[in-house]
């Protein structure tokens, strides 16, 4: 059973850079692409972009200004930067497994794997 | 504001049949599946349902989603206190080239 494990500090301070990593146990990293979603307090679940694990991304485009994710092969590990922070940024942070396929003529895309969340609190 | 709209909650009492809806654009649910997930607070989501209608394994037949033109639906029928949760639709967005999500129903099992 893959499973999935974020960490990484629970308060950021305004204008530095969020840093998160996503552990993969109980599978490999490739030849998977792996993403990253967050839930600010009080709202519905937001994508902020996915890798490939040959290092190909791709990012929300509101964010993609302040996003770099990065992968890891050796470590089974895929990690999130977000920089410039705001109270807006305040969050749960999800990692997912991306399946992504094509049967016949049909494009399958969606998140089968998920990590349990961790709150980034941006505050001073 | 979510790209796919979703009603803020639901509700059901055991043994009900609930339908929850989500509507988007020719860009995200028109052209492409829809994926629906469930989701407990604290806990990690759960992939409930993909490709329009596909359930994963170890996912019980109550649940099934549907789709016609821009909108989508899941029902649950057979209504178990444990399926009170939130629950995600998310469909590939061409004209975003990425992932939206509604912003969530919470069922209520009353």
């Known amino acids: 059973q893959v499973q999935l494990q974020e960490s990484g500090p629970g308060l950021v301070k305004p204008s530095e850079t969020l840093s998160l990593t996503c552990t993969v146990s109980?599978?490999?990293?490739?030849?998977?692409?792996w993403t990253w979603i967050r839930q600010s307090p009080g709202k519905g679940l937001e994508w902020i972009g996915y890798?490939?694990?040959?290092?190909?991304?791709n990012y929300n485009p509101s964010l993609k200004s302040r996003v770099t994710i990065s992968v890891d092969t050796s470590k089974n590990q895929f990690s999130l930067k977000l920089s410039s922070v705001t109270a807006a940024d305040t969050a749960v942070y999800y990692c997912?497994?991306?399946?992504?396929?094509?049967?016949?003529?049909?494009?399958?895309?969606?998140?089968?794997?998920w990590g349990q969340g961790t709150l980034v609190t941006v505050s001073s | 504001q979510s790209v796919l709209t979703q009603p803020p909650s639901a509700s059901g009492t055991p043994g009900q049949r609930v339908t929850i809806s989500c509507s988007g654009s020719?860009?995200?649910?028109?052209?492409?599946?829809v994926n629906w997930y469930q989701h407990l607070p604290g806990t990690a989501p759960k992939l409930l349902i993909y490709?329009?209608?596909q359930r994963p394994s170890g996912v019980p037949d109550r649940f099934s989603g549907s789709k016609s033109g821009t909108s989508a639906s899941l029902a649950i029928s057979g209504l178990q206190s444990e399926d009170e949760a939130d629950y995600y639709c998310?469909?590939?967005?061409?004209?975003?080239?990425?992932?939206?999500f509604g912003g969530g129903t919470k069922l209520t099992v009353l």
């Open positions: 890798i490939y694990y040959s290092g190909s991304t």
């Open positions: 998310a469909a590939w967005d061409d004209g975003l080239n990425g992932v939206v």
């Open positions: 020719s860009s995200n649910i028109g052209s492409d599946f």
């Open positions: 490709g329009n209608n």
């Open positions: 109980g599978g490999s990293i490739s030849p998977y692409y």
């Open positions: 997912a497994r991306v399946r992504n396929y094509y049967d016949s003529s049909d494009y399958y895309f969606y998140f089968d794997y």
